[in-house]
């Protein structure tokens, strides 16, 4: 039975994620810090394993490695994100920029977004099989060359580092034939994306699945969208 890990499984794309695993008779290891009723069920009945943990928190990902209990790993998924607060200093304006810098809000965007990942990597990389796949879930307002718009400045930045991020993770799991990359999942109708979105989770996951299925190592240090479109970094 192939295995998967991934953060953020409580609700949004990493609970679609958890779901469509599931189906698939995968064994899954889900990270998330709210142990919900929906999961609880969904461990009674499929090979789903509940890990409590933050991806801020060092020790925890630390110790996680002694958690797997010697499995492989085909895939990891880094999922769980945050926008970062959406007005600092009460200016009304979304821009985490230049009025409104708060440096203790960029912090926590890059300790979740940025340096959560890179260390659930670092520790989670030797369990990956040879050939497996590490995927981060970027956004495509992480582009710089598409960046038309000084809004939501620590997230653009903390997702345009996890770009940087994949790209040389790619490089530095090459010779184990790992496929890593950044995926953007479209705009989607979570909490995080708001019902203005595009897209259903529906919509996203079937995108990003199939996506994921046609991964070849010739993909790796991508950075892909959820239907399979080449984003500029
Ligand atoms: N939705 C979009 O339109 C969109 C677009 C581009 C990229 N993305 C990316 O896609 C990923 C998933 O987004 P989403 O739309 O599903 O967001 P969401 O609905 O806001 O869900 C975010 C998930 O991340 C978890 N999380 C946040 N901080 C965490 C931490 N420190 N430790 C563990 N879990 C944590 C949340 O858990 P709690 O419930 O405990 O907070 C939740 O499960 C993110 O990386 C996001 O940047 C989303």
């Not at 797997?68 to 009460?90: K, P, T, Y």
């Not at 010739?218 to 500029?232: I, K, M, N, V, Y």
Request: proline share 3%; glycine share 10%; hydrophobic share 40%.
């Amino acid at each position: 039975m192939p295995t998967v890990l991934l953060t953020g499984a409580n609700r949004g794309l990493g609970l679609e994620f958890t779901h469509r695993y599931l189906e698939r008779d995968w064994e899954v290891f889900a990270i998330t810090r709210q142990i919900t009723p929906e999961l609880e069920m969904l461990s009674d009945q499929h090979a789903l394993h509940l890990v409590s943990g933050d991806v801020c928190d060092a020790a925890f990902l630390d110790g996680l490695p002694e958690r797997m209990r010697g499995r492989q790993l085909d895939h990891v998924i880094n999922n769980a994100g945050i926008m970062g607060a959406e007005s600092f200093a009460g200016t009304g304006r979304p821009r985490q920029g230049l009025e409104d810098f708060d440096r203790d809000e960029w912090r926590r965007v890059f300790e979740t977004n940025l340096f959560g990942p890179m260390h659930l990597s670092a520790r989670l990389a030797p369990l990956l099989r040879d050939g497996g796949t590490l995927i981060t879930l970027s956004s495509s307002m992480g582009s710089i060359s598409g960046n038309h718009f000084a809004g939501w400045q620590a997230y653009r930045c903390s997702k345009a580092a996890v770009n940087m991020m994949m790209k040389c993770i790619s490089l530095e799991l090459a010779e184990r034939r790992i496929i890593a990359l950044a995926l953007h999942p479209g705009w989607v109708r979570t909490d995080m994306g708001s019902a203005k979105a595009d897209l259903s989770v529906d919509e996203s996951l079937d995108g990003m699945m199939a996506v994921i299925d046609g991964l070849t190592f010739q993909d790796s240090g991508r950075f892909l969208a959820w239907d399979g479109r080449e984003l500029p970094y």
